[in-house]
T-cell receptor, first 114, second 110 residues
Framework: DGGITQSPKYLFRKEGQNVTLSCEQNLNHDAMYWYRQDPGQGLRLIYY???????QKGDIAEGYSVSREKKESFPLTVTSAQKNPTAFYLC?????????????FGPGTRLTVL | QKEVEQNSGPLSVPEGAIASLNCTYS??????FFWYRQYSGKSPELIMS????GDKEDGRFTAQLNKASQYVSLLIRDSQPSDSATYLC??????????FGSGTRLQVQP
């Protein structure tokens, strides 16, 4: 059963904590992405990666970090430097990140800061 | 000026009517255009993609692109209550990642 999985579905963070959101895909896609969505807003790009061991900052990378050690996995760490992390986090993947490539989304992780 | 603009709505249409959703974008170098549907609390799902000027039809959905006017639209024929959702317009320009509008909320009244 192919697809994109994200875990956990819900995550609660205390002030000052780092948390890591998981994203895994078995679609054999080269490109992976992280977006953040705030209520009533569109998606904003945090980081993206088109190949293993390489990634680029998006529009709102401050306070976040990523790694891409395996093709299938693109975890996102929300650090304590991110002052307002409560949001819906969406991971996506696409075949190769080309200009006509279609991105498919995982089910998302809802992060709440306590 | 936002890079991708959509009317936030809600756009309310009666069941069976045509819903027309509009999107404008600022980057003339944009190459690919996508419409996603997002139900409340869920992740976006792809409805249509369009890459060249003109119309593209898929079932009850038609995407229209006019690059000269920097305008892309989505028409939904025979609207159903199950079409009630937020519709996100997304554009790919130079970088290899999408820029999204803030979405239009569609309400189809039974």
């Amino acid at each position: 059963d192919g697809g994109i999985t994200q875990s956990p579905k819900y995550l609660f963070r205390k002030e000052g904590q780092n948390v890591t959101l998981s994203c895994e895909q078995n679609l054999n896609h080269d490109a992976m992405y992280w977006y953040r969505q705030d209520p009533g807003q569109g998606l904003r790009l945090i980081y993206y990666s088109q190949i293993v061991n390489d990634f680029q900052k998006g529009d709102i990378a401050e306070g976040y970090s990523v790694s891409r050690e395996k093709k299938e996995s693109f975890p996102l760490t929300v650090t304590s430097a991110q002052k307002n992390p409560t949001a819906f986090y969406l991971c996506a993947s696409s075949i190769d990140g080309g200009s006509t490539d279609t991105q498919y989304f995982g089910p998302g992780t809802r992060l709440t800061v306590l | 000026q936002k890079e991708v603009e959509q009317n936030s709505g809600p756009l309310s249409v009666p069941e069976g009517a045509i819903a027309s959703l509009n999107c404008t974008y600022s980057d003339r170098g944009s190459q690919s255009f996508f419409w996603y549907r997002q139900y409340s609390g869920k992740s976006p799902e792809l409805i249509m993609s369009i890459y060249s000027n003109g119309d593209k039809e898929d079932g009850r959905f038609t995407a229209q692109l006019n690059k000269a006017s920097q305008y892309v639209s989505l028409l939904i024929r025979d609207s159903q209550p199950s079409d009630s959702a937020t519709y996100l317009c997304a554009v790919m320009a130079g970088r290899r990642a999408l820029t999204f509008g803030s979405g239009t909320r569609l309400q189809v009244q039974p």
